[in-house]
């Protein structure tokens, strides 16, 4: 089963937007992260955000974390055309310990220029 | 550096056909390993996850097997393909017990025909 769901499914915005994405999640978990996939390719780490932190930084991502709410978004801000890609959120349950990472359904983000 | 290999890269296989796909990772010791697949434009499903040799956990029911017969090799097999196996077949690892960041090979597609 999926433990993460990202909305909107997909994004399509103008460069120089804010891109901002959602992702939801059902158990307690330990950290979330995001993931960038682009087009037929492998998934790269973007950032990770601690179940104990509510917000973090990273160049021009900004990931909040509601743990109460089991949510997590992540912002992109001033858009580019090369962040088109998809983008994922990923969990692991606290019952699994640091070894089983699901991943949401993602997020298909098309950035035009 | 660690570097993670995943071949072939593309294949097209008949229908009862044998599949072997394998992984390996250079740069590391005993890292947890995982094999995802993901259907054209969806997310990803967690298949197998390995937290030592010999040691595979499978999440979803299937024809498909996984076997870690070394420390760093990963190799996911179906003794007879169906058209349902079709897909993207993403290896990934990361550092046992204390690692967060998953990285991942750049995929293999599959195509049963």
């Known amino acids: 089963s999926q433990q993460g769901e990202e909305d909107p499914q997909a994004l399509s915005i103008q460069e120089g937007e804010n891109a901002t994405m959602n992702c939801s999640y059902k158990t307690s978990i330990n950290n979330l992260q995001w993931y960038r996939q682009n087009s037929g390719r492998g998934l790269v780490h973007l950032i990770l955000i601690r179940s104990n932190e509510r917000e973090k930084h990273s160049g021009r991502l900004r990931v909040t974390l509601d743990t109460s709410k089991k949510s997590s978004s992540l912002l992109i801000t001033a858009s580019r055309a090369a962040d088109t890609a998809s983008y994922f959120c990923a969990t692991a349950p606290t019952t699994s310990g640091t070894y089983k990472y699901i991943f949401g359904t993602g997020t298909r983000l098309k950035v035009l220029a | 550096s660690q570097t993670i290999h995943q071949w072939p890269a593309t294949l097209v296989q008949p229908v009862g056909s044998p599949l072997s796909l394998e992984c390996t990772v250079e740069g590391t010791s005993n890292p947890n390993l995982y094999w995802y697949r993901q259907a054209a434009g969806r997310g990803l499903q967690l298949l197998f996850y390995?937290?030592?040799?010999?040691?595979i956990s499978s999440e979803v029911p299937q024809n498909l097997s996984a076997s870690r017969p070394q420390d760093r090799q990963f190799i996911l097999s179906s003794k007879k393909l169906l058209l349902s196996d079709s897909g993207f077949y993403l290896c990934a690892w990361k550092t046992g017990h204390s690692g967060n960041t998953i990285y991942f090979g750049e995929g293999s597609w599959l195509t049963v025909v």
């Open positions: 390995s937290v030592g040799i010999g040691q």
